[in-house]
């Protein structure tokens, strides 16, 4: 599952993508009703169709419908998501991220969540995951 996509995705296969993996298995009624702007029933049928030939999603026929899924496991999708913004945005630099991460929203964070960036920070340094 961790194949590399050769096509990256566009804007509107992004969010096709996201509500797909955010509803965990979807038809493209059930993606037209869960995204904002969305397009028509056969544009987003081809789109999810792309996302299906880029490796995003895989479908199962169940009677008349198709009925999509993500192709990757969501950790796999989100630690490529942020390797491609890291490499993009940030020249690599994890700190650089979190830097900007924290000045989001105000500079508000959670005491729990400050808490919980210094427990993985301090796993990190040790040599564990977490």
């Known amino acids: 599952m961790s194949k590399r996509l050769v096509d990256e ?13 955010r509803l965990g298995e979807a ?27 880029k490796g995003l999603l895989v479908y199962r026929k169940e009677g008349k419908r198709f009925v999509y ?13 942020l390797q491609r913004l890291l490499d993009t945005y940030f ?8 830097s900007t991460l924290l000045t989001l929203h105000g500079g508000e964070i959670r005491p729990e969540e400050y808490e919980e960036l210094s427990r993985l920070i301090d796993a990190r340094r040790q040599g564990g995951r977490s």
């Open 91 to 98: 020249e690599n630099s994890p700190a650089a991220a979190v």
């Open 9 to 21: 995705p566009g804007k509107r296969e992004r969010q096709v993508a996201e509500a797909v993996f």
């Open 69 to 81: 899924r993500p192709a990757v496991e969501p950790e796999t999708a989100r630690k490529s998501a």
């Open 27 to 53: 038809s493209v009624a059930d993606v037209l009703a869960s995204i904002p702007d969305a397009p028509g029933y056969s544009a987003l049928r081809a789109t999810m169709n792309n996302l299906v030939r």
